[in-house]
């Protein structure tokens, strides 16, 4: 035959690839504790098959879906299971408004801003019982989630007053995408990443206009707005990797994911252009000791037990290599690498009262695993991850920067890289 | 072994957990039907064959039909599934063009739950002389059919999976029809109507007195019993198989067998109907069914004798990708489930046997005027889209025959499942569950028969597809189900992409159970399995040969079937 | 990314490979596609099962038996002898308790009821030495309502074939219920996590010490993950207790999966879950680099490289249109070029497509263009020259082949 066809089957998400072996079934962790969630298989291709006869076979409970990829990850096939999901929700959900608390849920850095003013009255506020009652009834939020507490001053502001005018100085420049959770909540994150690069001889720099990447509102169906607030961001990224020619990091799975990934394939913003641009420092940070570009020392007296937790978009974006194996470089670590479960939060999921339960039912065989590992802290990429498992197990949870940062020895890392 | 007194040669077993125990189940007592006297009795389980009980019924003869194999396993299930808006015909056959339009309209009435309303496109590609188009266009003006030519763009627009790069377009009434679910709303109403019907039961011969048809010989192939039933008029409407009836009344007919096979894919690319806008060639439609697509037809004569090898070529393949991707060019990159084929009933003029004037309309013959022989009539030719104008034309014969005066209804009153048309489907997604609203699309009105009080009657079986439990209890029970092919053509259980890989082990077991039968299950389950191979074998590379190792991982490694049921180097029995 | 050795697929193959590598102090990295195909098997491992359609009684005797391209014979029957009791202890160390031996196939039985030959079986699920010394003669087979990923009607009926008294049992519980409220997700895997409590279990034994009855031996599907809930169920219930395999997912080979995950992990192993290696960098006859889907451009370097990627289910070998061929690096494959040859007519006939599989030596390295590429080797499923399907053998090919290459590499680094 003259033109070669049929080499490959090529199907929206992949969906056709799948042999309906099932498999993705057993990882689904919102199938595992309720029935009223059909499950990945038939919310996915199974569906989807019908769907592209008659949208009128679109099955409302597919908003139960998380969106933690975990089905994606296991499926042998190549299928985007969740992706072919919420392509669906999206496609059922045009024209739909969402909630005043979705909206306030997914606008993390609208709240955050506000947050940030009036700080000790809106941790305090958002602590109070009252307070929470009226969340859990009139807004749906539950009553046990204790909102993440909000920083006084801005990541920004604490780079601008701070850390801004001496990056310069240094020969090597990168970008740093910090996020609505550095930015509002943990501003220590990102001042341990500046600090960081500063000891290997990197200076840091923030974007020209940085937006919530959006995450919360492609989940919460608010698409529009995480459009509108991708493009700019992508604007901004490109200015970075392609006018100054610097990568951007990150310290958020989550972030990074939306925007390499969901970007293109949610929202038809695309970057693919910057995408191998964009990178969490981990990674970042391993490449530089693996290449031998930079060295790192470590305290003399550190000692520590901790356990990394692989949060699912982490594990979606297959990194988690690289924050393990740069954690296995810290001498006086020993790092208890757990099986990876979803943790159940989901981002703001499973801040919502008709969530809540199912969010812990989920997370429970994390919570039982980082119990059993005997570990005085959790390390993991994810901020939300992050707070399910402080609220869920007690114990403290850091980012992978972190753990390095307080096991890095900065004055003997600066000289050995000749700083 | 005594012979059975059943057509059903089971008991219904009380099995709690599957709640068989609770149906009403209808079983019909051959003993009966083998005694009776017909008025007619019809030959051929096809759509013209049930068309023609269902109108003879509704008309108050008593009826009786018989089909050697399972319902519409000849032509009629071996189609596009193409509800012809007549515009392919219009050119080249303007009578064939009338008809089609003419039954399609009332198809849309009467067949609503087997009717899908698409719409249609012929398309122009640059390859093609864009002066047809004119000539077409006022040949389907001419025959009554809508042709409305369309800028390619807007084509692009209303049907993203064409061709970009056609250069005409033309918008006409075609729409998808599901043979199957057509088929036995015929056969439902029929019964309702009086009439009793018979799959597996094999015309072996005809009770002849003198140049008198008296009735048929039959062979009950599920008990292996021989039988004669008698009516006072026999009509063949056995497609292509009709040649062999005539032969054992002793009239000649000169059939030629155009075989034409078919591939299809697994999920849909297209919702309209998409035409070629030329002369009818190889492989130039593709037409959405249910939630694939097909893509056919090659078309060549073969000898009469190989009309039930119905297996397809590396070539078939070959010629229908190339030709298909033309329409489609997505079709290159989308997974084949699987090829099939069929053969057309095309008939030789009386004047010219040697076939090479073939006539492609509706034939009927009498052949108490043709051959001198009373009491028989035999309907061919036509297309399944005129199944129903067939039934009435043969039916009139019938009642010219019997003094019936009665008036064809069957242009009006609609069939079982399509008569409640509050049922909307677009607003479905509220009250019912993915399985309940798959069964509504299958079985329209009829869908409410379906069991679903409980949580095991509203389980899924088949997961690609939807079925459920309490879809398999009412096909089995209500539409004549002895095996799993059978199910499978009335409820679509493994004709999802992984044809069949959980679901037939899942429906097999329910099978046994209700069958009483275990053993039976297993073999049903194997000889189930091949047919779905036979489908896949033609189309086994990429993601079809992965499922099919994957399947044989399953039922032989894991399961060991091929340890109970040797079936090594058999036909297919279906 | 320096590894000693990076190994292409995560099924039962590089797994184990991984393990046997690990243990000796490598660095090793998988990447794994996906889940494999142990989530497909039914609680056995299967050596050789069938030669020329008849049952083998002993498979390391019937090695010398099969043809000169079997892995078996390239590793060698002595040296498989010994494999054998290395995979059996390696399993064991992950936590996968198992019973049987190479020198004698006893019987597995399948979900349909079918006695089939095996060389290892779960400690936890039915097999039976010897058909004409069964174990007992009264069973009680439980039957859970609504789950129909069990043929029990025809597991029964091939039980009463072997010679036992089946009472088939058919009890539901309130956790079971309560599933089954899902129209699509009654599978064994979703039973075994609803039944992982203490309470869960107790409903269930309290039905089988309640219907058990006169039997000697209770069978259960297999839809507990864990040894320890088999474990406590045995304890509540007061007959010997086993499982039966189920169609898949399978809950026993998810746990098996699990396990030997786990196991490598804990012996530092990284495991790349849900990431593809998408192409190779060769330098004369040696793999320098791989490179995978999600690591992007930082390719993993490694001395030793193993394919475990499986067959067409795993897309370790790939069919198109026109040809069979490795995806990866495009090896040499022993396949037919005429697309009407991989298949015959008959799904249960012997399909030609189930021997196909990539080229190696002796020693499992793998051939491109004729050449022996020296620190590539090929495990498990993608080695042609045999068939999981009709010899059953494929499990048996997986582990021995595993530990044969990891052999290798060892000895080559010494």
Not at chain 1, 105 to 134: E, H, R, S
Not at chain 2, 32 to 53: L, M, P
Not at chain 2, 431 to 442: E, L, P, T, V
Not at chain 3, 352 to 369: H, I, P, Q
Request: charged share 25%; aromatic share 6%; net charge neutral.
């Amino acid at each position: 035959m003259a033109e070669r066809m049929q080499i490959c089957n090529l199907s929206e998400n992949n969906f056709e690839q799948c042999t309906k072996c099932s498999i993705c079934t057993t990882v689904c962790p919102v199938a595992a504790v309720t029935t009223d969630y059909p499950g990945p298989k038939q919310a996915g291709p199974d569906g989807e098959r019908y769907r592209l006869k008659d949208p009128a076979y679109y099955d409302k409970m597919l908003k139960l879906c998380l969106n933690c990829k975990r089905c994606e990850v296991a499926c042998p096939s190549g299928v985007h299971i969740a992706d072919i999901i919420q392509h669906a929700r999206m496609r059922a959900g045009e024209g739909k408004r969402a909630s005043l608390r979705d909206t306030m849920l997914a606008n993390t850095d609208l709240l955050g801003t506000v947050a940030n003013l009036v700080a000790p009255v809106a941790n305090v506020t958002l602590g109070l019982k009252p307070t929470k009652m009226v969340m859990h009834s009139v807004m749906a939020i539950d009553k046990h989630r204790t909102f993440p507490a909000y920083s006084r001053m801005k990541f920004e502001t604490w780079f601008k007053r701070h850390a801004a005018e001496h990056q310069a100085a240094y020969a090597n420049q990168v970008s740093y995408f910090h996020g609505c959770y550095v930015n509002y909540n943990f501003p220590k994150l990102g001042q341990d990443l500046v600090k960081l690069l500063n000891a290997v001889g990197y200076g840091v720099n923030l974007l020209d206009k940085e937006q919530c990447c959006g995450v919360a509102l492609i989940a919460n169906g608010l698409y529009k707005q995480a459009k509108r607030q991708a493009r700019v961001n992508a604007a901004s990224l490109r200015q970075a990797v392609n006018m100054d020619h610097r990568t951007v990091l990150t310290t958020s799975s989550s972030c990074t994911f939306n925007l390499r990934d969901e970007y293109p394939s949610m929202l038809g913003v695309d970057t693919s252009d910057v995408r191998d641009s964009i990178m969490l420092a981990t990674r970042f940070i391993y490449r530089l000791v693996d290449d031998e570009k930079i060295k790192l020392v470590f305290k003399q007296d550190y000692k520590r037990r901790i356990a990394y937790h692989t949060a699912c978009h982490m594990q979606r974006m297959g990194w988690q290599l690289f924050s393990i194996e740069m954690m296995r470089m810290i001498p006086g670590l020993d790092l208890q690498v757990l099986d990876q479960e979803c943790c159940g939060i989901s981002g703001t999921y499973g801040f919502k009262r008709e969530n809540y339960e199912r969010s812990q039912a989920i997370g429970a065989t994390l919570f039982k695993n980082i119990a059993d590992a005997k570990v005085e802290a959790v390390a993991t990429d994810c901020e939300t991850c992050k707070w399910q498992i402080e609220m869920s197990t007690g114990l403290p949870v850091e980012n992978p920067i972190s753990v390095l940062a307080d096991a890095l020895d900065v004055d003997a890392t600066r000289r050995a890289n000749g700083l | 072994m005594a012979k059975s007194k059943s057509v059903c040669n089971f008991a219904p077993k009380l099995i709690e957990s599957i709640g068989f125990a609770t149906l009403k189940t209808s079983f019909m007592v051959t003993d009966n039907i083998y005694k009776n006297e017909y008025d007619v009795i019809i030959i051929g389980g096809g759509a013209t064959g049930a068309g023609t009980a269902r109108d003879c019924a509704l008309r108050g003869l008593k009826v009786l039909l018989v089909e050697r194999n399972d319902y519409s396993t000849g032509a009629t299930g071996r189609n596009h599934g193409l509800m012809h808006s007549g515009a392919r015909y219009a050119v080249t056959d303007g009578e064939s063009a009338s008809e089609c339009i003419s039954e399609n309209m009332i198809l849309r009435r009467i067949a609503r739950h087997c009717v899908e309303e698409t719409d249609g496109l012929f398309i122009t590609l640059p390859e093609d002389d864009l002066g047809y188009q004119r000539t077409f266009v006022d040949a389907c003006e001419r025959a009554g059919i809508r042709a409305d030519i369309i800028d390619p763009e807007e084509a692009r627009r209303i049907e993203p999976a064409v061709n970009p790069e056609l250069i005409g377009a033309v918008r006409v009434p075609d729409a998808s029809i599901d043979p199957f679910r057509l088929t036995v709303a015929n056969l439902l109403d029929a019964r309702l109507h009086g009439a009793d019907t018979l799959n597996y039961h094999e015309v072996e011969g005809m009770i002849v007195n003198q140049n008198r048809i008296e009735g048929v010989k039959l062979l009950n192939k599920l008990t292996g019993e021989h039988v004669e039933v008698r009516g006072r008029v026999v009509v063949n409407a056995c497609g292509i198989w009709g040649q062999r009836i005539a032969e054992m009344a002793g009239a000649k007919i000169s059939m030629f067998p155009a075989r034409g096979a078919l591939l299809i894919f697994g999920h849909r690319v297209n919702n309209m109907v998409i035409n070629r806008c030329r002369k009818p060639a190889n492989a130039d439609i593709l037409v959405p069914d249910d939630t694939v697509c097909v893509i056919g037809t090659t078309s060549d004569r073969i000898p009469i004798e190989t009309v039930d090898d119905m297996r397809v070529t590396r070539e078939e393949v070959d010629v229908l990708l190339k030709e298909g991707v033309k329409i489609a060019p997505s079709l290159a990159t989308t997974r084949i489930i699987r090829a099939y084929a069929g053969v057309r009933p095309l008939v030789a003029s009386d004047d010219d046997p040697s076939g090479r004037s073939i006539s492609r309309g509706i034939v009927c013959l009498d052949h108490a005027k043709r051959d001198g022989l009373e009491g028989f009539i035999t309907i061919t030719g036509g297309k399944m889209m005129t199944y129903r104008l067939m039934g009435e034309i043969a039916t009139n014969a019938v009642c010219a025959k019997l003094g019936n005066t009665a008036p064809c209804v069957t242009a009006t009153q609609p069939l079982p499942g399509s008569e409640d048309d509050t049922l909307d489907q677009r607003d479905m997604s509220k009250r019912y569950s993915f399985g309940q609203r798959a069964a509504i699309g299958r079985h329209g009105s009829l869908a409410a028969r379906i069991e679903k009080e409980n949580d095991i009657d509203n389980a899924l079986v088949c997961e690609c597809e939807g079925v459920t439990v309490g879809e398999i209890k009412y096909a089995v029970h209500q539409l004549h189900v002895h095996n799993l092919v059978n199910l499978r053509r009335r409820t679509r259980v493994g004709m999802g992409t992984c044809q069949g890989k959980l679901c037939s082990c899942r429906a097999a077991s329910l099978m046994g159970e209700f069958r009483h039968d275990v053993k039976g299950a297993q073999a049903d389950l194997a000889a189930f399995l091949d047919e779905r191979w036979k489908g896949m074998r033609p189309v086994a590379w990429g993601d079809t040969l992965r499922e099919a190792q994957l399947t044989a991982a399953i039922y032989e490694g894991l399961c060991g079937l091929d340890q109970v049921v040797d079936r090594t180097g058999k036909e297919d029995v279906q | 990314m320096k590894m000693n050795t990076v190994i292409m697929g995560g099924g039962l193959s590089g797994l184990v490979c991984g393990i046997a590598l690990a243990k000796r102090g490598q660095r090793v990295t998988i990447v794994a596609t996906g889940q494999s195909t142990l989530l497909f098997n039914g609680g056995s491992m299967e050596l050789l099962g069938y030669l020329d359609g008849k049952a083998v009684v002993s498979p390391i005797e019937a090695i010398a038996s099969l043809s000169e391209e079997h892995p078996y014979r390239k590793i060698g029957a002595d040296r498989i002898a010994l494999l054998a009791d290395q995979a059996k202890t390696l399993l064991d160390d992950a936590g996968i308790q198992m019973e049987g031996t190479a020198a004698a196939n006893h019987w597995r039985v399948t979900p349909m009821g079918v006695a089939k030959p095996a060389w290892l079986t779960l400690k936890s699920h039915v097999h039976i030495d010897d058909l004409k010394q069964l174990p007992c003669k009264r069973l009680a087979l439980m039957c859970i309502k609504g789950f129909f990923d069990e043929p029990n009607g025809m597991l029964a009926d091939g039980l009463k074939d072997m010679g036992f008294e089946v009472d088939r049992l058919e009890f539901t519980t309130d956790d079971i219920t309560a599933l089954r409220r899902s129209p699509s997700e009654m599978r064994a895997s979703s039973l075994a996590k609803r039944l992982g409590s203490n309470s869960a279990l107790q409903r269930i034994a309290d039905q089988i010490n309640q219907l058990a009855g006169e039997a000697e031996m209770v069978l259960l599907p297999s839809v507990l993950g864990d040894e320890d809930h088999i474990h406590a169920l045995q304890s509540m219930v007061n007959k010997p207790l086993r499982l039966v395999a189920t169609l898949p997912p399978s809950v026993s080979g998810n746990r098996m999966q699990t396990l030997l995950r786990h196991y490598f992990q804990m012996l530092g192993g990284n495991y790349l879950m849900g990431d593809t290696v998408v192409s190779a960098t060769l330098d004369g006859d040696r793999v320098t680099s791989v490179t995978t889907a999600k690591l992007g451009d930082m390719p993993l370097k490694a001395d030793q490289f193993i394919l475990a990627t499986g067959s067409f289910i795993s897309r370790g070998l790939v069919a198109d249109y026109e040809r069979v061929y490795e995806p990866i690096l495009g090896l040499d494959v022993d396949a037919d070029a005429d697309r009407e040859k991989w298949t015959r007519f008959g799904i249960l006939e012997p399909q030609a497509y189930s021997r196909f599989g990539v080229k190696t030596d002796n020693d499992l390295r793998c051939l491109k263009e004729g050449k022996t590429i020296q620190n590539l080797r090929a495990i498990g499923s993608v080695l042609s020259g045999h068939d999981a399907i009709k010899m059953g053998d494929g499990t048996g090919v997986s582990l021995l082949s595993a530990l044969a290459a990891a052999q290798s590499i060892l000895a080559a680094q010494s």
